[in-house]
């Protein structure tokens, strides 16, 4: 059995990460994996156990426990692997966000995939939040509104920032400044995917 690569992609709501991954997923060959959503997706079916437990933490701008994430995510990468064997490179974006997360990967995942590197993107809490405010003129996500970004705003800083931190310091981090133009910050991937 092949092991998946993974590429952990993080950074503040509204940093880009899901128009980037996009963007690399054209270009090289990698399957996109958003944590964020694998969770909408599980909230909005009706047969799930967890719809009203993902909505409640989704509009507390909170972290849902891990065992609901990380059975999306193994679900969603044995799928893919099951379609296509070659397929077993992956971003993972917005995943792993907070201790808890990072306990139960390593448990659940412990030796079944190569964590390659992350991608942090770089962004100022004001851009993301004007990023997600104009967004949510037409997104239709119920927590891109002023209020509900304060709280994941502090939350990625209390509980996202030091998981990369921690990457950061075992020298696995790529950090790219995610403010500029879609084009420019993936001028940089490109250097860094062809690593
Ligand atoms: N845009 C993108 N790049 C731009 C650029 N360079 N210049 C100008 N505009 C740019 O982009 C956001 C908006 O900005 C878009 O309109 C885009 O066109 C524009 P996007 O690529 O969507 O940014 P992204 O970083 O993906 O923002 P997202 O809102 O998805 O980030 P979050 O991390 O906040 O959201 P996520 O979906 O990952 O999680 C949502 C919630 O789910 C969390 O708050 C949490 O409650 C829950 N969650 C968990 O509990 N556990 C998980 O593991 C994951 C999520
Ligand atoms: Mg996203």
Redesign the pocket.
């Known amino acids: 059995m092949v092991k998946p690569q993974v590429v952990f992609v993080l950074?503040g709501?509204?940093?880009?990460?899901?128009?980037q991954c996009a963007r690399i997923v054209e270009s090289y060959s990698y399957t996109h994996l958003?944590?964020?959503?694998l969770?909408r997706e599980e909230r909005s079916r009706k047969e799930s156990e967890f719809g009203e437990l993902i909505d409640n933490?989704?509009k507390e701008?909170?972290?849902?426990p891990v065992e609901i994430?990380i059975n999306l995510l193994k679900k969603a990468m044995d799928e893919t692997m099951k379609v296509d064997e070659k397929s077993f490179r992956f971003l993972i974006?917005?995943?792993p966000?907070n201790e808890d997360?990072l306990r139960g990967w390593n448990k659940v995942m412990d030796g079944k995939a190569n964590d390659k590197f992350v991608l942090f993107?770089d962004c100022s809490n004001e851009v993301c939040i004007d990023?997600?405010l104009?967004?949510g003129k037409s997104s239709g996500r119920t927590?891109d509104n002023r209020e509900i970004l304060e709280k994941?705003i502090q939350t990625y800083l209390q509980s996202t920032r030091p998981i990369i931190k921690q990457y950061e310091q075992q020298g696995k981090v790529h950090t790219v400044d995610?403010s500029?133009?879609?084009d420019e910050?993936f001028a940089d991937y490109r250097l860094i995917f062809r690593i």
């Open positions: 950074g709501p509204g940093a880009g990460k899901g128009t958003s944590a964020g959503d969770l933490y989704i701008g909170k972290i849902v994430t974006d917005g995943f966000r997360n993107f990023r997600c104009e967004r927590d994941r995610a500029r133009s879609v910050v």
